[in-house]
């Protein structure tokens, strides 16, 4: 019997593959090595292969389609509806098998490689950047032990980096010393990476009509252009703007019943990193409104009913709706004309 659809269950070393033919009827339910993968899609006829979206799935989904497969990737929250009673590898495989068969199912788009390569420059960054505060914090706790304390950001940095480098400082142990010295030493290395890392940031910015189109939006900078221009490479797979901003979980959770709208938080579902830039781009926008009032209008009305970090989780899908505009139908950010009183 020629199998149709087939739920494969990913994993580093040992695969389970749950296959049904056109009556789905059960054809083959077995376990592949990972150097049997190929040679096992291979002898089959063209057929339909779920998998759940993780992170060794864009490339499988890539391999396979090059056999001639239709490959299909889904959230893993929404393939688990479909798990019956107990867990294990053949039961998960079942259940991808009988989801990516629903009409109502929600799939993830397949990356490229060139994709996953620019995320991955933006998933570096933020790895340094994390390791470069925390070297920062270490720092400064160290030197408090000891009574030597600066204030806040870069020039309070500088402060202390010139305290640790003054040979000349006496009440210092010479046992601190050395070892604030490899702390700054490892902080100088991060931030030669974090600007090379940047620089190659930059020069694909140059290089991107679409990401210099989304640099045009307030609060949208050639990081976040970048991020965005990079996750969606098709911007009709979200009918709306709405969509995309729930895509990225900036719209309120719902818990509704009997007939009671309740809104809660934001849902926070999607891409952390990007949900993080935009919320933290929305902040810089409400600074500049705080000192410029009447060039945003909207922003200062919203200020006076709602707490600030409201305000920018608000301006923050704002900015993913204009995103996926500027996206979907071309061309750059128009500010709303100012309506005279």
């Not at 694909?204 to 990081?223: D, F, K, M, N």
């Not at 911007?235 to 990225?248: E, V």
Request: aromatic content about 4%.
């Amino acid at each position: 019997m020629q199998i149709t659809t087939i739920g494969l269950d990913l994993a580093k070393n040992v695969f389970q593959v749950h296959a049904i033919d056109a009556s789905e009827n059960v054809v083959a339910g077995k376990q592949l090595k990972r150097s049997q993968m190929i040679a096992y899609f291979k002898g089959l006829p063209p057929c339909l292969i779920g998998m759940e979206a993780c992170a060794t799935s864009h490339y499988w989904a890539r391999e396979l389609a090059k056999l001639g497969h239709e490959v299909r990737l889904m959230p893993a929250k929404d393939v688990k509806a479909y798990l019956k009673r107990n867990k294990n590898d053949a039961a998960d495989a079942e259940a991808i098998c009988e989801a990516v068969r629903r009409p109502t199912m929600r799939f993830v788009r397949v990356k490229s490689a060139e994709q996953q390569g620019r995320l991955m420059q933006h998933r570096t960054r933020d790895l340094l950047l994390r390791q470069r505060t925390q070297l920062i914090n270490a720092m400064r706790a160290h030197l408090a032990e000891l009574g030597v304390v600066a204030a806040q950001g870069r020039e309070g940095l500088s402060e202390l980096l010139a305290i640790i480098a003054d040979d000349q400082n006496f009440h210092m142990p010479v046992d601190a010393r050395a070892s604030l010295m490899v702390l700054a030493a490892q902080l100088q290395a991060l931030q030669t990476l974090i600007g090379s890392i940047e620089k190659r940031i930059m020069a694909q910015h140059r290089s991107s009509e679409v990401s210099q189109r989304l640099e045009t939006i307030p609060g949208i900078g050639p990081i976040g252009a970048t991020t965005i221009a990079a996750v969606v490479t098709d911007p009709k797979a979200f009918k709306s703007g709405r969509d995309f901003a729930a895509w990225i979980g900036l719209v309120p959770q719902q818990v509704s019943t009997g007939g009671k709208q309740k809104l809660g938080p934001i849902s926070k579902q999607g891409d952390r990193y990007l949900r993080r830039i935009l919320v933290v781009g929305a902040h810089a926008v409400l600074r500049r409104a705080k000192q410029d009032p009447a060039k945003y209008p909207w922003i200062t009305d919203l200020l006076a009913r709602r707490p600030f970090k409201v305000v920018a989780v608000a301006l923050a899908n704002k900015m993913a709706r204009i995103a996926w505009a500027l996206l979907a139908k071309g061309g750059t950010y128009q500010p709303p004309r100012l309506v005279a009183a």
